[in-house]
Every structure is written in C-alpha cells, then in structure tokens.
C-alpha cells in the first residue's frame, strides 16, 4: 500500500514591531518556500516606521494575510498570529532573518518519516549581517537527522542556551496544551516557551541542513536589552525553580544546569533562590557550589569579552 503524503498546512508567521527594515527580504524568503502547502501572516505589532510597514506589506496583495495591532512586544505580536493562523504547523520569522527556499520542505520531510507528528523539528542556522553577508563560520553541529529526546533539550537549553526561534517548526496543538507566548515577557518569552514544552515532555527533531539565516545588526534588542533579560528571568524563576526541584535527580540535575546558566549571567538573585531552595535536597553539593562561583566570577568579564568579540568580528558595537 503506498504510503499517504504528509502535506499539513504550515502558517508562517512574522511579527514586525521595530520598524521595516529587512522586512521584504523576510516575506520574500517566505514566498520563494518550495513547499507549497503554508500561508504568510505578516503581524504588524503598531511598529513605529510611518506607515511604512503597512504599505510594505499591502504591496504584495493576498500573497500574504496582514493585520495590524496595537504595540504589545514580540510575545503578543506571535500569539495574534497563532490565534488567526489556518495552518497546523507554526513556523516563525523574525522581520530581519531569513529562510532558505527550502526551510520548511525539509522540516516536513524530517517529520514525515516518524509517527508522532508533535515532535518539534529544529535545523541548523548562520548569523549574517546588515548587508545580507554570513558573517562567522559556517558549521554544523551533526550531520544527519537526530531526535532528542525531551531531557536532553532540556539540558541543552540551560547549558547550551535557547535555540533561534525561526529555526523551530512547531504544531500549534502544542500550543494549546502548554499555553502561548507569555506577553508579560519583553525578552526571554521564547526561552520561557521552550522551557514549557520540554517539561511536558514533547521530544525534538534535530536537522544539521542551514535553513535560516539570523540577522545580527546593532538595532536589535537582544544587543540593548540586558536590564529586560535579567528582570525577566527573575519572574520566570519563581516557575522554573520549583518545577526543576521536583523533576530534577542527580543523574539528570536539571536545577544545577539551569542555576550554572544564571550565573553565567550574572543574575545573582536566582542563584541565591536556588542555594535556598535546594538546602537539603542533596542538588547543590560542593562540587556543584564551586561550578556555580566560579561561572559568577566569568559573569562580571563576560560582558566585556561580548563587547570585543562582536566589535573585532562582527563589527556590531552593542551596548
């Protein structure tokens, strides 16, 4: 019997809220997909540009669908799209990255071949900059096609930090089971979102094909927005600690992984939480207490290796 095709409607979603730079590349990468089965929701997020957004966006008819809302931030921007979306399968793209043309044809192909169709897919990506240019190396981190199961991107998240968003391909039932982006959140609302569906326990497919391009340039509020990150991750700790304190055992010590990562970043508060929190559950020990000081001391230079590094290779000066 020959097998059925698997061609579900994929809704590709861009949220523009910081102005129309780059934005007909984006929708351009969209429309030139070779998979044929999506449809393109451009979300105007009351970007401040003019009206040029508007009128970028008009200019390419019923090509794409285009609403308009009030400024909320990038998490409200994504959830209008998700409620108006036809599709089953979601797939974000920032208004200054880029797909290849065969972004999603691949994604589709890669979950075709397993039966449970809520398995995340991720593929690979290069940073490029103002002018379209890769910037960095080019590498991949497998080769092949690799799923993984639900603790170990878990870890990979604490440890390696989060994926790049428009990389994912995500079936919206999902959404409806963890709950959508929190719009509370001005910064860390994508790591929060994928923090959510690994505890639940939803496993990833991952792609070593390159099939987004992320742009890097100094307008971007990753580069500016280092006081939102870290208030931001002091309202999701009061969630994520407990939750890794009942789950975590010391074979997989997601609690210890994920207080590493804070103080990596100097978010002082949540490594002091976590200390107190995790008195007498055995997580923390000595050895665990030195990583965690001694990613606190790299904390106070990383911020100046960041600065010279994107300065000196990237030439981006961020703040």
Not at 10 to 23: C, E, K, L, R, T
Not at 174 to 184: A, N, P
Not at 218 to 239: C, I, M, N, P, Y
Not at 255 to 261: C, G, M
């Amino acid at each position: 019997m020959e097998k059925e095709t698997f061609t579900p409607l994929v809704s590709v979603i861009i949220p523009v809220y910081n102005g129309a730079d780059y934005m007909r590349e984006a929708i351009d990468s969209a429309l030139a997909q070779t998979y044929k089965n999506k449809e393109i929701i451009v979300v105007n997020d009351g970007s401040s540009d003019n009206g040029e957004t508007e009128r970028i966006a008009k200019q390419y008819g019923d090509k794409i669908r285009y609403i308009y809302k009030e400024n909320g931030g990038v998490s409200s921007a994504l959830n209008t799209g998700i409620r108006n979306m036809r599709g089953e399968y979601f797939s974000w793209l920032s208004h200054d990255d880029v797909y290849t043309p065969d972004k999603i044809e691949k994604q589709i192909k890669a979950l075709s071949d397993i039966e449970n169709k809520t398995t995340l897919v991720c593929c690979d990506y290069v940073h490029i900059d103002k002018n379209s240019k890769v910037i960095g190396n080019i590498s991949r981190a497998s080769d092949g096609v690799k799923l993984l199961s639900w603790e170990e991107m878990l870890v990979s998240l604490f440890k390696n930090g989060p994926m790049h968003g428009c990389a994912l391909l995500i079936n919206k039932s999902i959404f409806e089971e963890v709950g959508m982006f929190d719009e509370s959140l001005r910064y860390f609302q994508d790591v929060f979102m994928w923090y959510k569906i690994f505890v639940a326990k939803h496993a990833m497919l991952s792609t070593s094909d390159i099939c987004v391009k992320g742009r890097i340039h100094d307008k971007q509020l990753t580069q500016k927005g280092h006081l939102l990150f870290r208030k931001d991750s002091e309202t999701v700790s009061a969630v994520i600690i407990p939750q890794l304190l009942q789950i975590s055992t010391k074979k997989n010590n997601f609690l210890f992984e994920y207080v590493k990562y804070n103080a990596k970043y100097g978010n002082r508060r949540i490594v002091k939480n976590v200390r107190t929190q995790a008195k007498g559950t055995k997580l923390i020990g000595t050895k665990e207490t030195l990583t965690i000081s001694l990613m606190s001391i790299y904390s106070v230079i990383r911020p100046i290796i960041r600065k010279i590094f994107y300065r000196v290779f990237r030439r981006i000066n961020i703040a």
